[in-house]
């Protein structure tokens, strides 16, 4: 059973960081692709980042552009999410998602993902 753990949630002030980690274990685990989303009261769940298992190419929404950062350590069965110059829109229920499926392009969307943690939360004061 493929398991995806979040950490590093927290309560920060706008302008702040906080990096999320997401750690992977389970018997066969191997993805594709790995992505963040997030998910605040009352909304549906949007798409953060994404990175390829291979080559590590990566894509964002244009709402943290320039702000968030993915990165993977293969050797770990880690993906980061740095998160900087936070504000508090990026408050969220936020989640770990990995893809076990062969995949072309960025995987953007809910349904394109096999794996799911559990979420942290991050709170943004203003």
């Known amino acids: 059973q493929v398991q995806l753990v979040e950490s590093g949630g927290g309560l920060v002030q706008a302008g702040g960081s906080l990096r999320l980690s997401c750690a992977a274990s389970?018997?066969?685990?191997?993805?594709?692709?790995m992505g963040w989303f997030r998910q605040a009261p009352g909304k549906e769940r949007e798409f953060v980042a994404t990175?390829?298992?291979?080559?590590?190419?990566?894509y964002y929404a244009d709402s943290v552009k320039g702000r968030f950062t993915i990165s993977r350590d293969n050797a770990k069965n880690t993906v980061y999410l740095q998160m900087n110059s936070l504000k508090p829109e990026d408050t969220a229920i936020y989640y770990c998602?990995?893809?076990?499926?062969?995949?072309?392009?960025?995987?953007?969307?809910?349904?394109?993902?096999?794996?799911w943690g559990q979420g942290t939360q991050v709170t943004v004061s203003s």
């Open positions: 998602a990995g893809r076990a499926r062969p995949t072309l392009l960025h995987a953007r969307t809910v349904s394109e993902y096999d794996y």
């Open positions: 389970g018997r066969s685990f191997s993805t594709t692709a």
């Open positions: 990175i390829r298992q291979t080559g590590g190419s990566t």
